[in-house]
């Protein structure tokens, strides 16, 4: 089913905000007001267009900003948790690690290993490219990952 | 005898839109507005780039069908559109003067790479890098 190009320009509207601000709090009503739609219009048409619901969208952003900080800077990952917008390291810790499989440390030590091109592609682009695929939920990823286990351990 | 790119164009959602964003707000040219009917060809030029023109197309008739216009509109709209960069001789400058005349910004400017570069889209959707000319570059 198709959506009107109009509305669809102004929930890009709200991802460019998410994009632009991705460590702010993003209520979905603050995201609505953006969009000048309701709360409940905004989640299903957003996800509608773009495929993920609004705050995963957000989470991969903040992922890959965290991945990008993590490689260009020497800030400690506290810090960096809290310029990403997490209140907390461990919950911090706990999602990057369920997904993008390492910690954040582990993460820093392996990008640094690898020469950075980023000089001859927008940022913006080269930002989009290296964020994660959320195509399912973090949690969900974890419980299948806890069967897959599970399911190794009972071989 | 040269040879190169002449007309690059743009899907936009409303040319006179387009139009008035491209011309009065990014400083280009109207270069030709042309008419067939319904259908319209309109380019713009930017006044120190004599050799290139961005056309500002609308989807539609008689080049696409409805259904595929319609997809092509809501492709546009979802910011889904393949890269734009524009050469600013100064990017701090440009991004107050174009701010202050409603040009949505979707980043400020940040020095990067040894140069300055921004984002901002046009009305329709289009996503633009703006991008200062670094010294040495001008200089090849």
């Given at each position: 089913m198709s959506q009107s190009p109009k509305l669809l320009r102004r929930l890009l509207r709200a991802k460019d905000h998410m994009d632009g601000a991705p460590h702010e709090e993003w209520p979905i009503h603050r995201l609505a007001e953006v969009s000048a739609v309701s709360a409940a219009h905004f989640t299903r048409e957003f996800k509608k267009a773009f495929g993920v619901p609004p705050h995963r969208y957000l989470l991969t952003r903040r992922i890959e900003r965290a991945t990008a900080l993590l490689r260009d800077t020497n800030l400690p990952i506290t810090e960096i948790a809290i310029q990403t917008g997490w209140s907390s390291l461990g919950t911090f810790g706990r999602i990057f690690r369920d997904i993008t499989g390492g910690s954040p440390g582990e993460l820093r030590a392996r990008a640094r290993s690898v020469p950075h091109v980023g000089v001859h592609m927008p940022e913006c682009f080269m930002r989009n490219a290296h964020r994660p695929n959320l195509n399912i939920a973090v949690l969900e990823k974890r419980r299948i990952e806890a069967s897959g286990k599970l399911e190794l351990q009972s071989n | 005898m040269t040879q190169g790119i002449n007309v690059v164009g743009l899907y936009v959602r409303d040319q006179d839109e387009a139009l008035a964003f491209y011309?009065?707000?990014?400083?280009?040219?109207?270069h030709t507005d042309v008419r067939n009917g319904d259908y319209r060809w309109l380019t713009v030029q930017h006044p120190n780039q004599p050799s290139f023109q961005l056309g500002l197309f609308k989807p539609g008739p008689p080049v696409h069908d409805a259904a595929t216009a319609q997809t092509l509109q809501e492709i546009v709209a979802k910011g889904a559109m393949p890269p734009l960069v524009l050469f600013v001789d100064n990017c701090r400058a440009a991004y107050e003067r174009l701010s202050k005349c409603g040009v949505e910004f979707t980043q400020a400017p940040v020095d990067r790479y040894g140069t300055v570069d921004a984002g901002f889209r046009d009305p329709s959707g289009n996503g633009w890098k703006m991008i200062e000319v670094a010294a040495k570059q001008e200089s090849q």
């Open positions: - | 011309v009065e707000k990014l400083g280009f040219l109207c």
